[in-house]
């Protein structure tokens, strides 16, 4: 069957850097999508990998290796505002998006 | 402003009673979704349409049933609602399906089935 693996919960200090792990097994692989999701609202897009390496996008940045089915999404100079759920999600060899459950990430001042 | 919206924003149901949740989007996006989430477990996909007057099954289809008539709108119904059915509902739409595009979200649809 098909698998997204992700820590249920995380906890960082502001300021700080974190990184959220996400494992994946799927058939076929069509690249791999970070949301986040403030509680109570909807995923919002952070970023999508479909070639290895490290995609940086201001303090966020993703990574990704094929090869062993793995992401992971590196937070710099977190900010209280960074408290949410973080999902990982990977397109299939159909296309469809498999949703990992998600990572609670708790800032502490 | 554009984007997805969905209606109602919660609701409480009787179990039996049929529910029809609504979406909209106004980016013209060929593809739309419905998901519904549930604590602990990630996204499930309920329905999808790849374009307007085409819809397909998603992974957990049973008990819901979707239309897309036009470009805009995606509906998503529940004929005869179960207490299983409680959960958050999203929308969703993406500029094109089967690629590498990102999927935009409505706010939400929070459902309790009594």
């Known amino acids: 069957g098909q698998n997204i693996d992700q820590p249920t919960e995380m906890t960082a200090t502001e300021g700080a850097i974190v990184q959220i792990n996400c494992t994946y097994q799927?058939?076929?692989?069509?690249?791999l999508f970070w949301y986040q999701q403030h509680a109570g609202e909807a995923p919002t897009f952070l970023s999508y990998?479909?070639l290895d390496g490290l995609e940086e996008k201001g303090r966020f940045s993703s990574f990704l290796s094929r090869s062993k089915g793995y992401s992971y999404l590196l937070l710099k100079e977190l900010q209280m505002k960074d408290s949410a759920s973080y999902l990982c999600?990977?397109?299939?060899?159909?296309?469809?998006?498999?949703w990992g459950a998600g990572t609670k990430l708790i800032i502490k001042p | 402003i554009a984007g997805i919206t969905q209606a109602p924003t919660s609701q409480i149901l009787a179990a039996g009673r049929r529910m029809t949740l609504r979406c909209t989007q106004d980016?013209?996006?060929?593809?739309m979704y419905w998901y519904r989430q549930d604590l602990g477990l990630g996204l499930r996909l309920i329905h999808y349409?790849?374009?307007?007057?085409?819809?397909g099954k998603g992974e957990v289809p049973d008990g819901y049933s979707v239309s897309r008539a036009n470009t805009d709108d995606f509906p998503l119904t529940l004929a005869s609602a179960v207490p299983s059915q409680t959960s958050v509902y999203f929308c969703?739409?993406?500029?094109?399906?089967?690629?590498?595009?990102?999927?935009?979200f409505g706010p939400g649809t929070r459902l309790t089935v009594l």
């Open positions: 969703a739409s993406s500029e094109v399906a089967g690629v590498a595009d990102t999927q935009y």
């Open positions: 980016m013209r996006h060929n593809a």
């Open positions: 349409s790849n374009t307007a007057g085409t819809t």
């Open positions: 799927t058939s076929g692989f069509n690249g």
């Open positions: 990998n479909v």
């Open positions: 999600a990977v397109r299939d060899g159909n296309y469809q998006l498999i």
